[in-house]
């Protein structure tokens, strides 16, 4: 063997590497893009309660005029939600550009 091998202060592996930058805390950046797409979410939702009628909110336990808060203390994952319910008309940019 070579004997630069078996020298004791012959670092074997690189150092470690510092924190990757995808490790890090969000930016600000990161934080503004987050903020946004959630107010849009919220609006859409806000839009689509909206655009039923008074008997399906009424089925759904919500008067007309709760409708921002009862958005205000939806979840995340309930904001991404998508209505089901073919008595809502929804526009093909809320269904990503799908016609169906």
């Not at 990161?30 to 089925?59: N, P, S, V």
Request: charged letters at 35%; a positive charge.
């Amino acid at each position: 063997m070579h004997p630069h091998v078996f020298k004791s202060n012959n670092h074997h592996f690189p150092p470690p590497r510092a924190a990757s930058p995808r490790n890090r805390k969000p930016g600000a950046f990161r934080h503004w893009l987050r903020t946004a797409f959630h107010r849009w979410q919220r609006r859409k939702m806000i839009e689509t309660l909206r655009g039923m009628d008074d008997r399906l909110l009424r089925d759904i336990g919500i008067d007309r005029s709760d409708i921002p808060r009862v958005v205000d203390g939806l979840t995340d994952r309930e904001l991404s939600m998508r209505p089901v319910s073919p008595d809502v008309e929804v526009d093909a940019r809320w269904r990503g550009g799908r016609t169906a």
